[in-house]
């Protein structure tokens, strides 16, 4: 047997030792060392070495293997994103073991690449460290920060931004925000003036051009937020308790969550077992907007939902969140966002259609007017939900209408009398 062979065989058998500790099942396993043993032989065949693979060697071996199904089949796969999904997630655990990382870092062979990029990483230090941002919101000034810098996938580099001129931003922005609403159009515009301020500020161009970007205008209050009504959140509670199984479970100990406290979803996927002191009825909140913590009680109810799901539907795993993924590799929710898929597919099966946003936020909402139209005093909601001030809070206050209708005054009949 050749070295090579060896190797191959070597890192085939580091795979599996990887799939059953990640607790893969056996179908899944076979699946992703097949397909693993089958790209290192095309990469025998081309005398690539593992070390060596980049992005285009996938590439190559993907379109050899949709030939072979086509020929096979004499069809293409019936959904293209999951045959592919289904060829390179292997692989990629493959090359991870292998390399250490994967994808590997973009090349910065280029000056101007190699400048952009080390202008990123200083302006990310620069929002938290001066800006005191908090990590998602550096991560969307970063994100627009480096698409505008690689525009059309060529990057500015140091001359091209000091002869920046007006006309260059006008272009990016008509390409980023022509199918956008006005609340995205906003966003990304205060981004962008941001990241322009600070190459000005920076010395990095010659004149501050950030003042003649315009943001779209967007009234205080202007909307209404979305919202739950205490019918719609009874049903969907009792539909997703009569769901068992293990997603089920931990489906609805987040819906508990969400729905007798308001707290953001990013704080729910954040929660970690430690969080939680049963002796003490109690839970820590680590506010994701604020930075600051909030001391909760666990209310019977939402205690009862989280040892249910503890003992009955969390998988076994050392990750310190509560609630993971349904599948393996069984990890804790990315961020906030990982929720809005598993609470919008409980509103539908519930038969609950509101209007407006569907996902956890509006949770939040309908715990706030609840516990308005129970007399609750701004400042005691403001806390409970981790607003830094009373204005944040008052947002709400638009939604409890029957309190509006009892200060309403009377219209005086303007007719005149015969």
């Not at 065949?45 to 293997?65: G, N």
């Not at 199904?69 to 999951?82: D, E, M, N, V």
């Not at 769901?243 to 931990?250: A, E, I, K, N, Y």
């Amino acid at each position: 047997m050749s070295d090579l062979q060896t190797k191959h065989d070597t890192l085939l058998d580091k795979l599996k030792q990887h799939l059953v500790a990640e607790r893969y099942c056996v179908h899944i396993r076979n699946r992703y060392l097949a397909v693993a043993a089958n790209f290192l032989r095309f990469l025998d065949r081309r005398r690539i070495c593992v070390d060596a693979t980049q992005p285009s060697h996938i590439s190559a071996y993907l379109q050899c293997e949709l030939r072979r199904f086509r020929h096979r089949h004499g069809h293409s796969p019936l959904s293209a994103r999951g045959w592919r999904a289904s060829h390179t997630t292997g692989i990629h655990q493959l090359l991870r073991l292998a390399i250490g990382k994967w994808p590997p870092d973009p090349p910065t062979s280029s000056v101007n690449a190699k400048f952009d990029r080390a202008l990123c990483m200083e302006y990310g230090q620069w929002l938290r460290e001066w800006r005191g941002l908090a990590t998602e919101t550096v991560d969307g000034h970063l994100a627009e920060a480096q698409r505008f810098l690689c525009q059309h996938g060529r990057c500015k580099g140091a001359d091209t931004l000091m002869h920046m001129t007006i006309t260059d931003i006008d272009v990016y922005l008509q390409s980023r925000v022509s199918s956008l609403r006005r609340v995205s159009r906003k966003d990304i515009a205060l981004r962008l003036r941001s990241f322009v301020r600070y190459l000005y500020d920076t010395g990095r161009t010659g004149h501050d051009l950030s003042q003649f970007i315009i943001v779209p205008r967007i009234y205080a209050r202007e909307s209404i937020p979305s919202t739950l009504r205490p019918a719609d959140i009874s049903a969907v509670l009792r539909f997703t308790r009569e769901d068992r199984s293990p997603t089920g479970l931990r489906d609805y100990a987040i819906l508990m969550m969400l729905s007798k406290y308001g707290i953001r979803a990013g704080e729910i996927a954040r929660l970690r077992l430690e969080d939680i002191d049963w002796r003490a009825d109690r839970f820590c909140i680590r506010h994701t907007k604020t930075g600051s913590q909030s001391i909760l009680p666990l209310l019977p109810s939402v205690g009862e939902a989280l040892l249910d799901y503890l003992r009955r539907g969390r998988p076994i795993t050392n990750v310190r969140e509560i609630f993971v993924r349904a599948r393996a590799p069984y990890r804790g929710f990315r961020n906030g966002s990982s929720l809005y898929t598993p609470v919008r597919r409980r509103l539908e099966s519930a038969g609950v259609h509101p209007t407006g946003k569907r996902g956890p936020h509006a949770f939040r909402h309908a715990r706030a007017v609840s516990l308005l139209r129970a007399d609750v005093s701004v400042k005691t909601i403001g806390d409970l939900l981790g607003h830094r001030s009373a204005e944040s809070t008052g947002a709400y206050l638009k939604l409890a209408t029957e309190h509006l209708r009892a200060v309403a005054l009377e219209v005086p009949n303007m007719e005149k009398q015969p």
